[in-house]
């Protein structure tokens, strides 16, 4: 089974601070991808990366930057946390096969940013 | 512009009582469809990836098809342990990486009275 991992359940911050959100997948794939999940708004994507090192913007990037530094573990970085991203944060993996299949998703991070 | 739409928001059903969420897109070209099962709190489970017009998959209760404009997510005999946000996503073109994003809808919130 694909396994994505993220790194906490769970997360309280404060205003100004900077936050990693780590994300881990244990299937060798190579899209991965970062969703904020937020009521009535649904998953919306904040970056992804199709290969080591690269990365591209999504729908809402700013206030987040992303890093990949190996082929299994993507990072999301809120450089200067604020209220308004209080939220739940998805990580998300897929194959590039050719086809377009499905992501598979971690257990998310509940973040809260007081 | 929302490329996939969901309906309803919120269901109610009785404990054996059928019925069908429905997941309608707009995407060109379509590439796959996929239906996930979110409960409270974690990430979104895969369920299903129905590929052509006319395809059907099963699973437990569940069955989904898919038609040239949209998808049903048939319960028959619903249980409680089926209450869960249900979200659909279709492969959209993301001009920036130049590659196609699972784009979600922002799902159907079931509950399944005993």
């Known amino acids: 089974d694909v396994k994505v991992t993220q790194s906490s359940r769970y997360l309280v911050k404060r205003t100004g601070e900077k936050v990693f959100l780590e994300c881990v997948q244990d299937?060798?794939?190579?899209?991965m991808f970062w969703y904020r999940q937020d009521p009535g708004l649904g998953l919306r994507l904040i970056y992804f990366?199709?290969?080591?090192?690269?990365?591209e913007k999504g729908d809402i990037p700013e206030g987040y930057s992303v890093s990949r530094e190996k082929k299994e573990r993507f990072s999301l970085i809120l450089e200067s946390a604020s209220t308004n991203q209080t939220s739940m944060y998805l990580c998300?993996?897929?194959?590039?096969?050719?086809?377009?299949?499905?992501?598979?998703f971690g257990q998310g991070t509940r973040l809260t940013v007081v | 512009e929302d490329q996939v739409t969901q309906s309803p928001e919120a269901l109610r059903l009785q404990e054996g009582e059928s019925s069908s969420l429905n997941c309608s897109y707009t995407?060109?070209?379509?590439?796959?469809l996929f239906w996930y099962r979110q409960d409270p709190g974690k990430g979104p489970e895969f369920l299903f990836t129905?590929?052509?017009a006319g395809e059907e998959k099963e699973k437990e209760r569940l069955k989904a098809t898919l038609t040239k404009k949209e998808s049903f997510l048939h319960i028959t005999a619903p249980k409680p342990e089926d209450s869960a946000t249900y979200l659909c996503a279709v492969p959209a073109f993301h001009a920036s990486g130049g590659s196609y994003i699972p784009t979600f809808g922002r799902g159907t919130s079931l509950i399944v009275h005993p």
């Open positions: 995407v060109s070209g379509l590439r796959g």
């Open positions: 990366s199709y290969d080591v090192k690269m990365k």
């Open positions: 299937m060798d794939h190579e899209n």
């Open positions: 998300a993996s897929s194959p590039w096969t050719g086809l377009n299949t499905e992501a598979f």
């Open positions: 129905l590929y052509s």
